[in-house]
């Protein structure tokens, strides 16, 4: 872990209430999309509730690989998996749970129009004040490190590698966790788990 982090932890129920907001505030716009792509791992949840909420079917995929660590990322984003059906004059909408440097959705909005997509929307539940790509729709800025709730183990992995060598840092970092509204008992478990090196 690069330096010590604030956390935003939102809950599914927040989450879903800011994807209805979402939902609607497209439906407002006009933007009608043929396809939604997620862009894996964090924007497939939302892609798929957007999914339903947008009562479109047409669900796609494409992967991009930026982040190695808390607010750590290896510079210049990658993508590992094009996106998963034809674009090909449709109108898209990709979807990501956050918009933090912006590298990542500018790499997938400019691979999806080379690839044949008439128009281009994006969507995050999240912005931050940095992003170089600002989404045409989001729910709220922030300048926290964002734990969402499909990722809980994943951050509490990274807090405990990247500060094991230094508890009063670990404990530290995991009080703002547990604060920020990760339960106690969840992060012990994975605690006990990282510190005992058990896999499931």
């Not at 034809?86 to 440097?101: P, Q």
């Amino acid at each position: 872990m690069k330096t010590e982090a604030d956390y935003e932890v939102p809950s599914w129920s927040q989450i879903y209430r800011m994807l209805l907001s979402q939902a609607e505030r497209i439906c407002r716009s006009g933007f009608k999309p043929d396809i939604i792509v997620g862009i894996s791992r964090g924007g497939w949840l939302p892609a798929r509730v957007l999914s339903d909420l947008l009562e479109n079917p047409r669900l796609a995929n494409v992967k991009v690989e930026s982040y190695v660590g808390i607010g750590e990322t290896k510079g210049t984003p990658s993508l590992t998996q094009c996106v998963s059906t034809n674009v090909v004059g449709k109108r898209v909408l990709i979807v990501d749970e956050v918009a933090d440097t912006g590298g990542s959705l500018r790499l997938v909005v400019n691979h999806v129009l080379a690839e044949g997509a008439s128009e281009v929307k994006v969507a995050t539940l999240f912005s931050k004040p940095q992003a170089k790509v600002k989404p045409d729709y989001y729910e709220k800025e922030t300048s926290r490190w964002i734990v969402f709730p499909w990722e809980t183990k994943e951050t509490v992995r990274k807090i405990f590698n990247g500060n094991k060598a230094k508890p009063a840092i670990l404990q530290k970092e995991i009080s703002k966790l547990e604060g920020a509204g990760v339960p106690k008992w969840l992060i012990s478990k994975f605690l006990k788990e990282f510190s005992e090196a058990k896999k499931c």
